[in-house]
Nanobody, 126 residues
Framework: QVQLVESGGGSVQAGGSLRLSCAASVYIYSFYCMTWFRHAPGKEREGVASIDRRGRTTYPDSVKGRFTISKDSAKTLYLQMNSLKPEDTGVYYC?????????????????????WGQGTQVTVSS
């Protein structure tokens, strides 16, 4: 059973920055695709950044230029979030998929993934 553990969430004022981490129990090169999702109150869960095995990344327009997904060579996935806005508030989850597929993108459904973390809360105040 793969475990993913997020950390780095917190409260910040608009315009601030946070760096989220997702620690995996296995080497993350094992995964075909990893994505950060967020779930805001009253909204659908949405992908905000994805990275595939080759390091290719995708972002929705809502975070492009502000968020950066990256991974180290071992077991950690990151999400650097700059210029945060109140609408970025939510619980952030990392998700991972082992098996290869046609595409790894922020718009992959959560059912595309094999493993999920427990989430970390991000609150951005105006």
């Amino acid at each position: 059973q793969v475990q993913l553990v997020e950390s780095g969430g917190g409260s910040v004022q608009a315009g601030g920055s946070l760096r989220l981490s997702c620690a995996a129990s296995v080497y993350i090169y094992s995964f075909y695709c990893m994505t950060w999702f967020r779930h805001a109150p009253g909204k659908e869960r949405e992908g905000v950044a994805s990275i595939d095995r080759r390091g290719r990344t995708t972002y929705p327009d809502s975070v492009k230029g502000r968020f950066t997904i990256s991974k180290d060579s071992a077991k950690t996935l990151y999400l650097q979030m700059n210029s945060l806005k109140p609408e970025d508030t939510g619980v952030y989850y990392c998700a991972a998929r082992f098996g290869d597929a046609d595409i790894c993108s922020y718009f992959n459904s959560y059912t595309f993934f094999n493993s999920w973390g427990q989430g970390t809360q991000v609150t951005v105040s105006s």
